[in-house]
C-alpha cells in the first residue's frame, strides 16, 4: 500500500492556539480523506473527512486544508481546548485495499 | 449509533496458544477490517472482509487468519501466538467500500508471554 506521512508526532499547544497537523499522501487513486481522533482506552472515531473535488472543510472547530497538487491535507483546532488532547490519525482511501493511515499524532493542548 | 464490540478489552496469552479476537457489528455493515495499533507505527491493516466468507489481506497479514462466517462477525485468529504480536487489535465496520466511514471498536490489548 501507498504510504502517508504524517506530521509531527507529537505537538504540544496552549489553550486558545491553533494545532496544525499534516499529512501527504502518494497515490493519486486516493479520493476519500479522513481524520480521526482516539482518546486514551478508546477505538479511533470519525472526526471529519474530506474528498477532493472541495478544498477545504469546517466541521465546528475543526477544519480540514486539502491541495490536491500537492498531494497534502491538514487539520487545523480552532481555539483549541485541553480536552481536545489525543492522538489524531489522517487516512486516505479510495483504492480497494481499505484505508491507509498516518502514524499518528499525540496532541496536548496545555490549560 | 453503529456499535461494534470486541468481546475482550484485555488478553493475556501464552507463546504458542492458539488465540481467538472476536468482533461483532449491529449495523448490517457490508465491510469490516482488523488492525493492530503500535506505539508510532500507528494502525496498519491485518485483513478486511467486504462480505460473509470473503477475505482480503492487508498489509500484514503473516501470523494471522480471520473467519467471517456471518455478516456480523469477523473474528482474527492468531493460529500460533508469539511475542512479537503483543498489541492493540482494533475491529472497524463500514457500510460501503473503503471511501466510507469506519466505525472502530474499543480494542483488544493482547500480550503474548
Known amino acids: 500500500q501507498q504510504q502517508v506521512k504524517q506530521s509531527p508526532q507529537s505537538l504540544i499547544v496552549q489553550k486558545g492556539g491553533i494545532p496544525i497537523i499534516n499529512c501527504a499522501y502518494e497515490?493519486?487513486?486516493?479520493?476519500?480523506f479522513p481524520w480521526y481522533q482516539q482518546f486514551p482506552g478508546k477505538g479511533p472515531a470519525l472526526l471529519i473527512a474530506?474528498?477532493?473535488?472541495?478544498s477545504e472543510k469546517k466541521e465546528g472547530r475543526f477544519t480540514i486544508s486539502f491541495n490536491k497538487s500537492a498531494k497534502q491535507f491538514s487539520l487545523h483546532i480552532m481555539d483549541s481546548q485541553p480536552g481536545d488532547s489525543a492522538t489524531y490519525f489522517c487516512?486516505?482511501?479510495?483504492?480497494?485495499?481499505?484505508?491507509?493511515f498516518g502514524k499518528g499524532t499525540h496532541l496536548i493542548i496545555q490549560p | 449509533d453503529v456499535k461494534v464490540t470486541q468481546s475482550s478489552r484485555y488478553l493475556v496469552k501464552r507463546t504458542g496458544e492458539k488465540v481467538f479476537l472476536e468482533c461483532v457489528q449491529d449495523?448490517?455493515?457490508?465491510?469490516m477490517f482488523w488492525y493492530r495499533q503500535d506505539p508510532g507505527l500507528g494502525l496498519r491493516l491485518i485483513y478486511f472482509?467486504?462480505?460473509?466468507?470473503?477475505?482480503e489481506k492487508g498489509d500484514i497479514p503473516e501470523g494471522y487468519s480471520v473467519s467471517r462466517e456471518k455478516k456480523e462477525r469477523f473474528s482474527l485468529i492468531l493460529e500460533s501466538a508469539s511475542t512479537n504480536q503483543t498489541s492493540m487489535y482494533l475491529c472497524?465496520?463500514?457500510?460501503?467500500?473503503?471511501?466510507?466511514?469506519?466505525?472502530f471498536g474499543a480494542g483488544t490489548r493482547l500480550s503474548v508471554l
Open positions: 497515490n493519486t487513486a486516493f479520493d476519500y
Open positions: 449495523m448490517d455493515h457490508e465491510n
Open positions: 487516512a486516505a482511501g479510495g483504492g480497494a485495499d481499505g484505508l491507509t
Open positions: 474530506i474528498r477532493p473535488d472541495v
Open positions: 472497524a465496520s463500514s457500510l460501503q467500500g473503503t471511501s466510507d466511514i469506519q466505525y
Open positions: 472482509s467486504y462480505d460473509v466468507k470473503m477475505k
